[in-house]
């Protein structure tokens, strides 16, 4: 056997019941070794008295009375006794389970796991525990097809098979000692099946390690090799036709873009390798510094490139950037575009013919080949893996750096997790915005929200509607945003021009529909969360978020920054009938503010509550175990130990570290 075997090999497996584990991502024994339970149910024993009512929990105690079964129906039966624990006695049934009769016997210590019913004191039993020993039992994430118990016989079967033994290390021993970390197969069969908390504990606290310290590594990598490159590229730009540019702009730049432009120009114009994160809320207007670096390049000779993760803003980019150099050759890129349309446009950027291109993924495909590429943009840069992002570096001969996000992130954290990169933040918004208003409404308030939204677009506003988000399937996602869309035309009739954009749509009819709704032929924009990312129609005021507490804050931020992108007031409407806290502690924050830095720290605090389904967004890479915030001391020791390998030339060959090589590769990408 060998660790990247599909699963048929392993006993009581075929190759169809393989295939079901396909849906987890488990394709290999390996990947099956490494899929970690998400909680542990907790066999510990515990006291009667600290039971609540309708709790299920174990408990231990000695059998006092012989278990009797009462038969009353077909099929249905009642097995009680009693047991004792410490000074109380309690009662305990199981349900149709008559065999259990055998099991129990008087004098002897037995351990129930069962739910607890307070008035009744009384134990409903679901389980009689084999041992009475602490135990805890791992619970995974499952799919359809694969149960709890068919994971947790598999996992058990490579056990078995000794899958495990063939997982080789992949940290060093000196590391190991260093921070008293468990082995990598200790840590990975206790991670399964720990026999107590506190070897889970251990275990959690290797895997975790491991996980950040490969991340460190590969950043560190990505670090040094930028260092290596000594003399970066110097773009010896025009400042006086920038100027023009600049001048011809329908608006002044703001300050903090001012700011942000020359910072950006002045790593261009030296001999420095620009590696520089450009961090500004929504709407600050990234695009247009973006676009004014791009134009620097081109009065330099250089080629420049900006890669986006959706084929909306590929469009909406390469509009922008027409509208604003409209004497300039510039070239769009996207997999929706046509073969014979493509050849040319790639032998154009190969030749030089094309100043300035935009486009998705298409941009880092092999056939792309440029022609003095100096300046290269990452839009939304936390989309891309970092892979991508070196693939992309190396489309050019050591070109200029920037990548653009519209989440605030922390800047210590963002130095952390993104490595060493310098920053420039756009924190001011242009002059005469208006702070969007946002407002909290339960389902029963819709018909007052929809009336109010009536009389708006008779006014001329245009509307978003963000349908559900259904965190599991895309089907459903769409089910929702077209039945929206139907309840929606009925209740508007000829009031509203409405359309719908979802993910499953053709490029071309995304398209379409984003241009008839810039066009301010259609008036309210059903859409699923597809527009989520820089989307900008100025005249769009008012967005709805449908059951808005399925989003996280960071997510929800995003969404509302479509609207508020002109002069005119903007409101964002969340309509919602949470039912946890934190669900309303969410909506309670949006209500209050619209600083994109104080609900970055908010949703940051707020993760790992387990149901913010927007931790992409919050632009921080994602792990399988650690938590950048909660493990933040982890990752910084891990930062400090990767950057001291990395420092010592030729660490690869050192018999010290070598094996880190191959975990290196394993890892080199997180998306
Ligand atoms: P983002 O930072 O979210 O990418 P955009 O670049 O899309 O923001 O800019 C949002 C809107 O603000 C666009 O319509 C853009 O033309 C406009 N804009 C950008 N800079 C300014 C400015 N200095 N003054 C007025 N409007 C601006
Ligand atoms: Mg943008």
New binding site residues.
């Given amino acids: 056997m060998q660790l990247q075997d599909s699963l048929a090999i392993l006993k009581g497996f075929g190759p169809k019941s393989a295939e079901k584990f396909h849906k987890l991502g488990i394709m290999t024994v390996e990947d099956l070794l490494l899929y970690f339970p998400f909680r542990y149910e907790d066999f510990k024993s515990k006291s009667v008295f600290d039971l609540v009512d309708g709790e299920k929990a174990v408990l231990t105690g000695t059998v006092l009375v012989p278990a009797n079964v009462q038969y009353y129906g077909f099929k249905r039966n009642r097995l009680h006794f009693k047991i004792k624990q410490g000074d109380a006695v309690i009662g305990v049934n199981f349900f149709n389970q008559p065999y259990l009769q055998d099991k129990v016997e008087v004098g002897q210590t037995i351990a129930v796991f069962g739910k607890w019913d307070q008035r009744k004191q009384v134990m409903t039993g679901m389980k009689v525990l084999a041992q009475v020993e602490d135990d805890m039992q791992p619970v995974y994430h499952v799919a359809q097809g694969v149960s709890q118990a068919s994971l947790v016989k598999a996992i058990k079967s490579a056990f078995d098979s000794e899958a495990l033994a063939l997982l080789p290390e992949n940290l060093s021993q000196i590391l190991l000692d260093k921070y008293r970390l468990l082995d990598r197969q200790s840590a990975v069969r206790a991670m399964h099946f720990p026999k107590d908390l506190a070897e889970y504990k251990q275990a959690l606290r290797r895997i975790k390690f491991e996980e950040l310290f490969f991340f460190q590594l590969n950043l560190q990598v990505l670090k040094s090799e930028n260092r290596d490159e000594t003399n970066g590229l110097v773009i010896p730009y025009d400042r006086a036709s920038l100027e023009a540019e600049i001048a011809k702009l329908p608006?002044?730049?703001?300050g903090a873009?001012e700011r942000s432009l020359d910072e950006i120009l002045s790593d261009m114009a030296s001999g420095a390798h620009m590696n520089r994160l450009l961090q500004?809320d929504?709407?600050?207007?990234?695009?247009?510094v973006a676009g004014l670096a791009m134009y620097a390049a081109y009065t330099a000779g250089f080629q420049s490139a900006l890669m986006v993760p959706t084929e909306i803003l590929a469009e909406q980019h390469y509009e922008s950037l027409q509208g604003l150099f409209p004497e300039l050759s510039i070239a769009i890129l996207s997999s929706g575009i046509k073969a014979a349309a493509k050849k040319t446009t790639l032998a154009a950027i190969e030749d030089g013919s094309v100043d300035m291109v935009v486009g998705t993924h298409a941009l880092i495909q092999e056939a792309v080949q440029y022609h003095k590429l100096g300046l290269i943009i990452t839009d939304e840069q936390h989309r891309f893996g970092v892979n991508q992002r070196r693939l992309f570096r190396e489309k050019g001969d050591n070109p200029d750096v920037l990548m653009m996000t519209?989440t605030p992130i922390p800047r210590t954290l963002a130095i952390t997790a993104f490595g060493e990169m310098d920053v420039s933040i756009?924190d001011e918004l242009?002059?005469g915005r208006k702070p969007i208003i946002t407002r909290w409404v339960k389902h029963q308030q819709l018909d007052t929200v929809l009336g109010w939204i009536k009389t708006e677009i008779g006014k001329g506003a245009q509307v978003y509607v963000i349908s559900p988000l259904i965190e599991e399937s895309e089907a459903l996602d769409l089910k929702n945003a077209v039945a929206l869309e139907a309840e929606l035309k009925d209740y508007f009739a000829d009031s509203a021009r409405i359309s719908l954009i979802h993910g499953r749509m053709k490029n071309e009819e995304k398209d379409e529909v984003m241009q008839a709704f810039k066009a301010h032929e259609t008036d309210l924009l059903v859409s699923t969360t597809v527009i989520e990312v820089?989307v900008?129609v100025?005249n769009a005021t008012i967005m709805v978020i449908m059951d808005a507490d399925r989003f996280g804050l960071s997510q929800l931020h995003q969404l509302r920054?479509r609207v508020g992108?002109g002069s005119k007031q903007s409101y964002t409407i969340l309509v919602a009938n949470p039912k946890t806290d934190s669900g309303k502690d969410r909506m309670t924050i949006m209500t209050e503010t619209t600083d994109g830095f104080v609900l970055a720290e908010e949703d940051l605090k707020m993760r790992g509550s387990g149901e913010i389904f927007g931790t992409r967004q919050s632009g921080i890479p994602e792990f399988k175990t650690a938590d950048l915030i909660e493990d933040y001391p982890i990752l910084e020791e891990a930062r400090r130990m990767a950057a001291e390998i990395c420092a010592q030339p030729n660490w690869q060959t050192d018999p010290n570290w070598s094996i880190l090589v191959q975990g290196l590769r394993e890892r080199s990408d997180f998306d």
Avoid: D, E
């Avoid at 929504?282 to 247009?288: D, P, W």
């Fill in positions: 608006f002044p730049l703001t873009q500004g929504v709407g600050s207007g990234k695009t247009v519209a756009i242009p002059a820089g900008n100025p920054g992108r």
